[in-house]
């Protein structure tokens, strides 16, 4: 017998979700020099963190032989006053991811079943299967969610539906109407969590009130990271805002110091660094028109986005990220998605999208 199979057979069918390519991981591979080597590969902020996030940091070295406040008290009390919600309305993660799976470790079973979309993010059905639980994917629309079906789709023994808004890896958005009428719908025993990492890059016409929404609809978790336009993600910090009876759930099965010292005092000061968060905008939708003007010129069709990535559609996608990659341009693959003629591009700074333009060129013969 193999020690694999102590592990629950729904744990040994996982297939592990594969991040974007490291650079330094490449530079090995293609023998590349590391600085020569541009990533658009895992939605990252081009301009780094904010310089108020970085000060908070190098304050806070002399602090790292001590544990961080397993309760993360001042950036729970920084998001209560800038979001407006109360302290007990918080659950910190190890980045959003971490809140994600601490929704389906507290309340999914094997007994239960869980609703997401086609072309949504992979870590639903992943931490849906490492659960036991059986996922319900639903057949998407133009790449977006279907939320009147998604809706149809829940069944008695059904606890939570994950929408991504705007979704990743698509860059589809939901309208605020329609999300309401499906919270409207949604039977109030089921779990919504509505996954906002990209909303900051909306424009204010755009954006749902979805924190609003929380007294009205006490099954729904919305979730944020401090990983895109806040410039965080090496430092992995999210939280989930609940209804209070959720979020104490969620807060018995997260681990007491699962946001690191310096992670916390970095989300704290990226909260105020209003100047950064217009920056990192400005750059992105200057990025996405450098990109999005390419594409037509060359004749790519794309799915118009809301985030800070286009998925784009090149037939051969497989080979154009090898010829990418050999030219030191990682971008990311979506086969796992079940995409296999696409590929997902991340905004970055001007020259860094000028680089991959030029490859993209020469891939095409243009």
Known sequence: MSLQDLAPSYIRAIAPYQPGKPISELAREMNLEPEDIVKLASNENPLGMSPMARAAIERTLPELA???DGNGF????KIAQRFGVSAGSIVLGNGSNDILELVARAFLTPADSSVYSEYAFAVYPLVVQACGSQGIEVRAVDYGHDLEAMRAAIRPDTKVVWIANPNNPTGTLARPGDLIEFLEQCPPQVLVVLDEAYTEFLPREKRSDSIQWLQRFPNLIVVRTFSKAYGLAGL???FGLASPEVADILNRVRQPFNVNLLAQAAACAAL???VFLADSLRVNNEGMKQLTDAFVRLGLSFIPSCGNFVTFHCGDAA????FMLQRGVIVRPLAGYRMPDSLRVSIGLPEENAR???VLEEALGD
Do not use: M, W
């Not at 080979?319 to 090898?322: A, D, F, H, I, V």
């Open 66 to 68: 001590r544990y961080p």
């Open 74 to 77: 001042e950036l729970k009390a």
């Open 236 to 238: 992995r910090v999210g």
């Open 272 to 274: 105020d660094d209003t």
């Open 319 to 322: 080979g154009l990220n090898r």
């Open 356 to 358: 991959f333009i030029a």
